[in-house]
């Protein structure tokens, strides 16, 4: 299988910076995307093809690649960033073509 | 505005299939790929298969390949999902996700969920 490894948790107080990287062997060919899951709430995209951002999504969050890494940035964070944070993309054989990543539980302190 | 409207809660004894719906409005309904995605309790998205809408293709995750069926109804713009030989592993939030066709842009709407429990 593919994995996309996150850090478990990330606390962030308000007005700092959040960085929430994602580790996978294929992310250098390899596009990325961030959703952003509240509980109880249907996942929403904040980041697409790695650093696209979506209408309606606050210029706050952020995307980048580095190698075989990903990051999302928020910066400024607020209380309402709080969150589970996921990225998805794919291997670089077609074997797995969709693929979340661990994820991220975003703490506002 | 466009929407994902999924069906309701479902509760299933082992062994048994549950068929869950996914329906449409709001945009051209074969413009766009539909992804399914479930979600055991406190666990990660998982991404269980994916219907081309304009042709009816399907691709499903070597987990759930032979168990999962991915359908759709172009007339009522409405996508199906049909997992068979429930477990209790099975209990979960499935949701279905659309992605425009040929671009890799991602899941950028997603339905409500849909709470399948499978309990005897």
């Known amino acids: 299988s593919y994995e996309l490894t996150q850090p478990p948790s990330v606390s962030v107080s308000p007005g700092q910076t959040a960085r929430i990287t994602c580790s996978g062997d294929?992310?250098?060919?390899?596009?990325a995307h961030w959703y952003q899951q509240k509980p109880g709430q249907a996942p929403v995209v904040v980041i697409y093809?790695?650093?696209e951002r979506p209408s309606g999504i606050p210029e706050r969050f952020s995307g980048s690649r580095s190698g075989t890494t990903v990051t999302l940035t928020i910066s400024g964070v607020q209380a309402e960033d709080e969150a589970d944070y996921y990225c998805?993309?794919?291997?670089?054989?077609?074997?797995?073509?969709?693929?979340f990543g661990t994820g991220t539980k975003v703490t506002v302190l | 505005q466009v929407q994902l409207v999924q069906s309701g809660a479902e509760v299933k004894k082992p062994g048994a299939s549950v068929k869950v719906s996914c329906k449409t409005s709001?945009?051209?309904?074969?413009?766009?790929?539909m992804h399914w995605v479930c979600q055991a309790p406190g666990q990660r998205l998982e991404w269980m298969g994916w219907?081309?809408?304009?042709?009816?293709?399907?691709k499903y995750s070597e987990k759930f390949q032979g168990r999962v069926t991915i359908t759709r109804d172009t007339s009522a713009s409405t996508v199906y999902m049909e997992l068979s030989s429930l477990t209790s592993e099975d209990t979960a939030v499935y949701y279905c996700?659309?992605?425009?066709?040929?671009?890799?842009?991602?899941?950028?709407?997603w339905g409500q969920g849909t709470t399948v429990t499978v309990s005897s």
């Open positions: 996700a659309r992605e425009r066709l040929w671009t890799n842009n991602g899941m950028d709407v």
């Open positions: 709001g945009y051209t309904f074969t413009t766009y790929s």
């Open positions: 219907i081309n809408a304009a042709n009816g293709k399907t």
């Open positions: 294929a992310l250098p060919k390899q596009y």
């Open positions: 093809k790695d650093s």
């Open positions: 998805q993309s794919a291997d670089s054989s077609g074997t797995y073509p969709y693929v």
